[in-house]
């Protein structure tokens, strides 16, 4: 049973261009969480999501951030016209139910220059 | 503002002895907590849990107590071994609310075990 997939690992952007970052969740598992570290912090939730469906975006930056979670395919976290301080590792979580932990992916390193 | 508090940036323990991770909240609405075991590079990888109605939950080596007064928790790994040595993070959840996936977390500790 493969865990929470996270592509690509490592994304270099310049300044001004937009960054697609992809997680396909564990197997059975139809609850999608987006969190942002930046150096030297704590992981911070950005957005949650079920298929086709966005449920707490509490935490997501009110422009130039999307996520979506589509019926068929990985969720995928959107930033248009990154700036250097979008520059850190975003990790994707998954969980079965809303009442079962959480698992995460092995995060994606974002690096703006 | 720091909902989950980690205050302890570090912490060096010898193999075989007891290596004790605190953590603080303010948010009385925490209901659910996990602690969090990260690698360099790689992402966290869930440990252990309590819920609010126990002060204490124990699985092998590692135990969590709550004291839901105090609101404090710890994370307690008896023995040590150098394996251990990574980033341990503290994180709560309102699942009265929306879910359990939707964590806040502490600033996280980086626990060293020597040999």
């Known amino acids: 049973n493969a865990g929470v997939m996270q592509n690509p690992r490592h994304l270099v952007r310049r300044r001004g261009q937009e960054a697609r970052l992809r997680c396909s969740p564990m197997?059975?598992?139809?609850?999608v969480y987006w969190y942002r570290q930046l150096p030297e912090e704590g992981l911070k939730f950005m957005v949650y999501l079920q298929k086709e469906n966005i449920i707490d975006e509490s935490g997501m930056p009110k422009e130039r951030f999307s996520a979506e979670f589509p019926k068929e395919g990985p969720s995928i976290l959107r930033i248009q016209q990154v700036v250097r301080g979008d520059s850190a590792a975003y990790f994707c979580?998954?969980?079965?139910?809303?009442?079962?932990?959480?698992?995460f992916g092995q995060g994606t390193r974002l690096t703006v220059v | 503002d720091q909902q989950v508090k980690q205050n302890s940036p570090s912490l060096s323990v010898q193999e075989g002895r007891i290596s004790i991770l605190n953590c603080d909240y303010t948010n009385s609405m925490f209901d659910y907590f996990l602690w969090y075991k990260k690698y360099p590079a790689e992402g966290p990888t869930f440990l252990i849990s309590?819920?609010?109605?126990?002060d204490k939950n124990e699985d092998g080596r590692f135990t969590v107590f709550l004291n839901k007064s105090a609101k404090h928790l710890s994370l307690h790994i008896v023995p040590s071994q150098p394996g251990d040595s990574a980033v341990y993070f503290c994180a709560a959840s309102e699942a009265g609310g929306t879910s359990y996936g939707k964590l806040t977390f502490g600033q996280g500790t980086i626990l060293t075990v020597h040999p």
């Open positions: 309590i819920s609010s109605i126990k």
């Open positions: 979580a998954s969980s079965r139910l809303t009442s079962t932990e959480a698992f």
């Open positions: 197997k059975g598992h139809s609850h």
